[in-house]
């Protein structure tokens, strides 16, 4: 039961709809969903100034006492009245404050973290339930009626290392049991996530140049090296300082089934050599891009940066892979990072390639 005294405040992370009737009202950043009269949103904006649940009686006093404290209560258990000054709060106001120019459409970003995923060992039977009776829509698009005109045979790719390791690369769910060498580390940082060099600019300073392109040369993205078997460096957490092009070692511990964990339990993870954490730190991009657009701008820069990783790995012989499936709010407390103004995106990884026979079948299935 909340204290007479108790100041209170609403959510900032709120958005209110509709659905099938009723109103509903989300605290984006909680994930918490409140099915509700219309009634309630005047309640709501009355605790946009911190007040005590006695100045809310008192102000909604022709209405019955005891509805306005339940719907109080009710508000308060759906975590859109938060009270002043606690840890809830906090981390309201910095979404509020650190998220501004790009909400409420950048919502999206926390209403999607930590997702309950399929379990990997479900049944395939229990798996086909989750998805639609209808069939998959085609696979490629054909347009009616249109002039068709004869391309040219595809490449002749042999010789060409190029080509060579744009075909031959695949997402490897099977691993040897040896060491990726430090040596190969290094190149898939500086090839990835290192500066190639600085571009001097009149108003911008010098923006740092890498291999992949960012928007504006914001380059909003990060990288955590988890390093399992890797020779010749402990196990542990690493950051990549792509200024200086060295690891700083971060407390958290590391283990194969930590591993496995991050990317939402999937097992064949747990036996991989090192796990490349793709995360952003928003407010490079927003501080120059400040519609809500270039919250895209960061997922797709984070998705050059995963291709760049998995060719260089191909190209050195490894056995490269990623993952979207992620348990985000694990990932970003063992990296000691907020989740709001610096959040985990994407995973790669490598191992050392597998004997024939890979487990693509088994993961797909
Ligand atoms: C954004 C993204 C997320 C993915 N997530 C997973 C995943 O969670 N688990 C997994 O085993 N593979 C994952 N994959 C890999 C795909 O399953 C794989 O790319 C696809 O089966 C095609 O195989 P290929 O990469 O060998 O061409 C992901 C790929 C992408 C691009």
């Not at 959040?343 to 490598?350: E, I, M, N, P, Q």
Request: hydrophobic share 40%; glycine share 6%; aromatic share 10%.
């Amino acid at each position: 039961m909340a204290r007479a005294s108790l100041k209170l405040k609403s959510a900032s992370c709120q958005i209110a709809y509709w659905k099938g009737g009723k109103l509903q009202i989300a605290n984006y950043l909680t994930r918490r969903t409140f099915s509700t009269h219309p009634a309630t949103l005047n309640v709501i904006r009355f605790f946009f100034t911190p007040r005590m649940i006695q100045d809310a009686l008192l102000e909604f006093r022709t209405y019955d006492r005891e509805s306005v404290a339940k719907s109080i209560l009710q508000l308060i258990d759906a975590q859109l009245l938060l009270e002043y000054g606690s840890a809830e709060w906090e981390r309201d106001e910095l979404v509020r404050s650190s998220w501004k120019p790009w909400l409420p459409e950048g919502g999206f970003h926390f209403m999607t973290k930590d997702t309950p995923y399929v379990p990997w060992d479900w049944p395939i039977e229990e798996k086909m339930k989750t998805l639609p009776a209808t069939p998959a829509p085609p696979q490629f698009k054909t347009i009616r009626g249109a002039d068709a005109v004869r391309l040219l045979p595809s490449h002749e790719i042999a010789g060409d290392t190029f080509f060579e390791t744009l075909h031959a690369r695949r997402t490897h769910r099977e691993f040897a049991r040896g060491k990726v060498s430090l040596e190969n580390v290094s190149k898939l940082l500086q090839t990835t996530w290192g500066v190639q060099g600085y571009l001097p600019t009149n108003v911008f300073e010098e923006l740092p140049y890498k291999t992949s392109p960012s928007g504006g040369a914001r380059h909003p993205g990060e990288v955590y090296l988890m390093a399992l078997r890797v020779d010749g460096l402990e196990r542990g957490m690493y950051h990549y300082q792509a200024r200086d092009h060295r690891l700083a070692r971060l407390p958290a511990k590391v283990t194969p089934r930590l591993a496995s964990a991050y990317c939402a339990d999937q097992p064949y993870f747990a036996g991989a050599a090192a796990l490349f954490i793709m995360t952003a730190v928003f407010a490079r991009t927003m501080w120059k891009y400040g519609r809500a657009r270039a919250y895209r701008v960061v997922l797709l820069e984070t998705g050059h940066l995963c291709q760049t990783f998995c060719l260089t790995a191909t190209r050195l012989g490894l056995a490269p892979f990623s993952t979207a499936a992620l348990k985000d709010s694990l990932i970003e407390k063992d990296l000691g990072i907020d989740g709001i103004s610096e959040s985990v995106l994407y995973v790669a990884g490598v191992g050392l390639v597998a004997a024939p026979g890979s487990g693509l079948r088994r993961a797909l299935s």
